[in-house]
Nanobody, 127 residues
Framework: QVQLVESGGGLVQAGGSLRLSCAVS????????IAWFRQAPGKEREFVAA????????YYGDSVKDRFTIYRDNTKDTVYLQMNSLKPEDTADYYC????????????????????WGQGTQVTVSS
């Protein structure tokens, strides 16, 4: 059973920062690719960032590139999303998702590739 628990959301002013955490309860955490997605009210869920299993290659959505950083701590079975220079349009529910990698390395952008999801954490950026 794989469980993901997000935390760190909240209310912040535009230009501020937040760090989201995704704690994953699973064996062999380092074999999992982890991604963050977000969904704003009335909008489709969109890709934010992903980090690969093993070597930790990272990928970002165009709207967050150069502002957000995803990284993982395999000693804590946790993935973080550092969000800087936040904008009102970053307001959304943020979800982390996990996918086991049968090979040495994998990472995906598409949400259909992920098998396990957290419940989400809300981020609100005020103008």
């Amino acid at each position: 059973q794989v469980q993901l628990v997000e935390s760190g959301g909240g209310l912040v002013q535009a230009g501020g920062s937040l760090r989201l955490s995704c704690a994953v309860s699973v064996r062999a955490f380092s074999r999992y690719a982890i991604a963050w997605f977000r969904q704003a009210p009335g909008k489709e869920r969109e890709f934010v960032a992903a980090i690969s299993s093993s070597a930790g290659g990272t990928y970002y959505g165009d709207s967050v590139k150069d502002r957000f950083t995803i990284y993982r701590d395999n000693t804590k079975d946790t993935v973080y999303l550092q969000m800087n220079s936040l904008k009102p349009e970053d307001t959304a529910d943020y979800y982390c998702a996990a996918r086991y990698c049968s090979g040495a390395y994998c990472v995906y952008r598409g949400q259909s590739n992920y098998d396990y999801w957290g419940q989400g954490t809300q981020v609100t950026v005020s103008s």
